[in-house]
């Protein structure tokens, strides 16, 4: 008895520390006054503001184009990279798997400013698709970690019965190989996604003038204080997050009960 | 087979070269102007003006400090047009031959700019030639009248041990280094190794009083009564008397910093005509009205200040101190790797004791 209300409480308190901080914000975007130290009552006016705010706006519209090509893109260069590294010799595997994870545990600051030199030696023009190109670089090594060990774990003998039954390899392939790796995909998909979403050292280095994303802009408000219609995006987005959350749990319960 | 791939990898690695290099090309045309401002340091109308007066296009970029401000002007990933520094900073670049000189000629309305600031920004500035000036203020201290009952005119105030848990201090090193120095009488860009190691020793025996140190939460802290005492920039202390009436600014009679942020043309500088233009137009008296009633903080501009209607902010000691009432002002010059390093390690041995 005693243990479980003990776990309760540890539950709680697990649950408070998580939610606390998002709470506050979402508080204090419903707050009339703009400072956090005082209740000026309640207001929807700063999200009134927030859409009418170009720029916050814009970069909301850059970070999920962003987000979501770089994380298309990413999971397909990924995937097939997965497969053709699966082909190697062992030798050959452990050497690119290698390269492909030092991305990964390489500090984000300096993965941004060397693709900013290699960007600036190249001539690009820095604006969206610096950003972008940069997003699927340190993507990709998510994509591949995640497809890896479906790769792994498939029966090869399915797409060698599809061989000798007359399909051609690409054919074999989409319709064997890919259905069977869709959840890695699919994962290694979300997580390209975030990662995008999230990122702010490498897009620092690597956006051009007047190209902003939603972590860029939020940072650059720092000297001036954080203005509240922030906190009203930073509500939509977490209320948003938590309605497709809700829905993507719901509907495999239904699947199940047909 | 493996030939063709090769050969399909080069060609389409090429289009993608050609792609992002040939966007370049595009953009460029004449009539924009690529300006590089702190963050919400501008009315966003008087962009929208400037490019309906002058069909100039604004390519607005924002950083937030001006330390990750400067890597990215030295490497030249953007080429900025013109960009907004502070006074050290502006000493820094100037030295490391970043920037080019201005011709005040072709920026009339820079005289709309008085000249007690051009003069306090010789100091970083030599004759007065890379900057104009946009926005100023000084550091002083913020106390809330109920909760201190002791006169405040001196730093000495930030070590009564009265208001022990009650005092914030600036978490910047040069901040905090500056009042421990003008408390003592020294110069905030001093190198001198006993003066510097007297400031630190008296940083750490003010650290036990110390509640916080901290940046921009100075101004939340204060107006929720949470401490009796800050350090903080004149701009922001408008703004929190407004919001709580019981706070008050003072200037300590030591002297304290003196802080401007200046318009300046990096040397690799695209479109210099638009950037004169550009700073023209911020130094015309009602754009810069309309921008000091955005940012709250001080303008260096006389003509905006004439426009003024509001008789208390036109004024407010605190917008618009007389700087000759009062001795030892300074503002921070840039003081070498060296220097910086110097001071640096001594920041740290205070905030890791």
């Not at chain 2, 210099?272 to 700073?279: D, L, M, R, T, W």
């Amino acid at each position: 008895m005693i243990k479980t209300t003990l776990k309760k409480i540890y539950l709680i308190l697990i649950l408070i520390f998580l939610y606390a901080p998002i709470l506050t914000l979402i508080v204090l975007s419903f707050n009339k006054s703009k400072t956090r130290a005082k209740w000026g009552g309640f207001t929807l006016d700063w999200y009134a503001r927030l859409f009418r705010n170009e720029a916050l706006m814009g970069a909301l519209w850059n970070t999920l184009l962003i987000a979501l090509a770089a994380s298309v893109i990413s999971t397909l260069i990924g995937t097939v990279a997965a497969i053709a590294i699966m082909h190697l010799s062992r030798k050959g595997r452990t050497v690119v798997l290698g390269i492909t994870n030092i991305p990964m545990l390489n500090a984000e600051i300096v993965t941004g400013i060397s693709l900013m030199l290699l960007f600036i030696s190249f001539g690009f023009r820095f604006g969206l698709g610096t950003i972008l190109l940069a997003h699927i670089t340190f993507c990709i090594p998510y994509v591949i970690l995640s497809v890896m060990p479906r790769l792994r774990s498939l029966n090869p003998y399915t797409y060698e019965a599809a061989l000798d039954l007359g399909a051609s390899p690409l054919y074999g392939y989409v319709k064997i190989v890919i259905p069977e790796l869709m959840p890695g995909i699919a994962s290694g998909f979300l997580m390209a996604f975030t990662m995008s979403i999230d990122d702010f050292i490498i897009t620092h280095f690597t956006k051009g003038a007047g190209v902003d994303t939603l972590s860029t802009k939020i940072y650059t408000e720092v000297k001036k204080g954080i203005k509240p219609e922030v906190y009203a995006l930073s509500t939509i987005i977490f209320v948003t997050v938590l309605v497709l959350l809700l829905l993507i749990n719901k509907a495999p319960e239904k699947g199940e009960k047909k | 087979m493996k030939k063709r791939i090769c050969a399909i990898t080069a060609a389409a690695s090429c289009m993608l070269l050609a792609l992002f290099s040939g966007c370049a090309g595009k953009k460029e045309a004449a009539g924009e102007v690529v300006v590089y401002n702190w963050g919400e340091y501008i009315d966003p109308d008087t962009i929208d003006l400037f490019e309906k007066e002058t069909g100039i296009k604004v390519v607005y970029d924002e950083f937030e400090t001006n330390e990750t401000m400067y890597p990215k002007v030295e490497a030249g990933a953007t080429v900025y047009d013109v960009i907004c520094p502070s006074d050290y900073m502006i000493n820094k670049m100037i030295k490391n031959g970043l920037l080019q000189e201005i011709d005040r000629e072709k920026i009339p309305n820079s005289k709309n700019i008085g000249q007690q600031y051009y003069d306090n920004a010789t100091e970083f500035d030599p004759g007065n030639r890379y900057a104009i000036p946009y926005c100023w203020g000084t550091v002083g201290i913020l106390y809330n009248k109920t909760m201190v009952d002791d006169p405040v005119d001196s730093w000495d105030i930030l070590w009564n041990e009265k208001y022990a848990d009650s005092i914030l201090m600036q978490d910047s090193v040069r901040d905090a280094f500056m009042v421990a120095l003008k408390r003592n009488g020294h110069s905030m860009n001093t190198l001198d190794l006993d003066e510097l190691t007297e400031a630190k020793n008296d940083l750490l025996a003010q650290k036990p009083l110390v509640q916080a140190y901290v940046v921009d939460q100075v101004r939340d802290k204060m107006i929720g009564n949470e401490a009796s005492i800050g350090v903080i920039y004149s701009g922001e202390a408008i703004y929190t008397q407004r919001e709580n009436p019981d706070l008050e600014y003072v200037i300590p009679k030591e002297g304290t910093n003196v802080w401007i942020d200046c318009w300046v043309i990096p040397k690799n500088a695209k479109n210099v005509e638009n950037a004169e233009k550009f700073i023209d137009f911020m130094c015309r008296g009602d754009i810069a009205l309309k921008n000091f009633e955005y940012i709250t903080y001080s303008t260096p501009n006389e003509a905006a200040r004439e426009l003024l209607d509001d008789e208390e902010i036109k004024n407010s000691e605190i917008a618009f101190p007389d700087l000759s009432k009062y001795q030892d002002l300074e503002t921070y010059v840039y003081l070498g790797d060296d220097g910086d390093e110097l001071y640096n390690e001594l920041w740290k041995e205070i905030k890791s004791r």
